[in-house]
T-cell receptor, first 113, second 115 residues
C-alpha cells in the first residue's frame, strides 16, 4: 500500500521568503505525484503534477516541485512567498495502475507580513 | 458546467437520519470520485466510477454508505442512519481521463455535520 508523509503540519514563512513544503512517499514503483492547494471552505485545486519526463515540474502561481526517485521525495517550493499563498497544501500519489489518490495529512502554510 | 458542482454545501443531520449528497461533474468527464475529508486530515478515497460503472468501492467505510451514477453523469452519495463519526466534508472529483495521470477537478464539497 502506498503512503504519503508531509513533514510539518504547520509552516510559517515571511512574505518574500522561500517556501519549502516537504513530501515523501512510499511505493515500490514511482507513482504519479501531485500537489493540491485548498483554501478555506473550498475544494482542492491542482498546483502541479509529475507523471513522466522532466523531474522538475512547474505549476501555477510560481510553485514548482522536483521528483527525486532516490529520495522518494516530491518537495514543493516557491522562491518568494506572497500573502495569497496562505492555505493548506496536500501532496498526493496515485499508482500508475490505479486511479484513486492517496493524500498526505496536509501542511498549513502561514505567510507573515 | 465549468466546474464540479456539489450540493448542498452544508448539511446538518440528526443522528439516524438518511442523507443524500449530489455531485454534478464536468460535462464529458468519464471518471468520478468521492472522497471523505475529516477535520484536519487529508481526503480519503471512498469510491470511483467510470461512466455509470462503479469500479471501486473499497473505501466506503460501512454498508451504510452507498453511491450511484446511473446515467454516467450526476452522482449521488447516500448515507443511511448517519452517525457522529460520519461528520466530514465529502468531496467529489471528476477527470476526463480513465487513468490517474491527469489529476482531477474537485468540487467545493458538502460539509456534513451529524448532531
Amino acid at each position: 500500500a502506498q503512503s504519503v508523509t508531509q513533514l510539518g503540519s504547520h509552516v510559517s514563512v515571511s512574505e518574500g521568503a522561500l517556501v519549502l513544503l516537504r513530501c515523501n512517499y512510499s511505493s515500490s514503483v514511482p507513482p504519479y505525484l501531485f500537489w493540491y492547494v485548498q483554501y478555506p471552505n473550498q475544494g482542492l485545486q491542482l498546483l502541479l503534477k509529475y507523471t513522466t519526463g522532466a523531474t522538475l515540474v512547474k505549476g501555477i502561481n510560481g510553485f514548482e516541485a522536483e521528483f527525486k526517485k532516490s529520495e522518494t521525495s516530491f518537495h514543493l517550493t516557491k522562491p518568494s512567498a506572497h500573502m495569497s499563498d496562505a492555505a493548506e497544501y496536500f501532496c498526493a500519489v496515485s499508482p500508475r495502475s490505479a486511479r484513486q489518490l492517496t493524500f498526505g495529512s496536509g501542511t498549513q502554510l502561514t505567510v507573515l507580513p | 458546467g465549468a466546474g464540479v458542482s456539489q450540493s448542498p454545501r452544508y448539511k446538518v443531520a440528526k443522528r439516524g437520519q438518511d442523507v443524500a449528497l449530489r455531485c454534478d461533474p464536468i460535462s464529458g468527464h468519464v471518471s468520478l470520485f468521492w472522497y471523505q475529508q475529516a477535520l484536519g486530515q487529508g481526503p480519503e478515497f471512498l469510491t470511483y466510477f467510470q461512466n455509470e460503472a462503479q469500479l471501486d468501492k473499497s473505501g466506503l467505510p460501512s454498508d451504510r454508505f452507498f453511491a450511484e451514477r446511473p446515467e454516467g453523469s450526476v452522482s449521488t452519495l447516500k448515507i443511511q442512519r448517519t452517525q457522529q463519526e460520519d461528520s466530514a466534508v465529502y468531496l467529489c472529483a471528476s477527470s476526463l481521463e480513465r487513468t490517474g495521470s491527469g489529476g482531477y477537478t474537485f468540487g467545493s464539497g458538502t460539509r456534513l455535520t451529524v448532531v
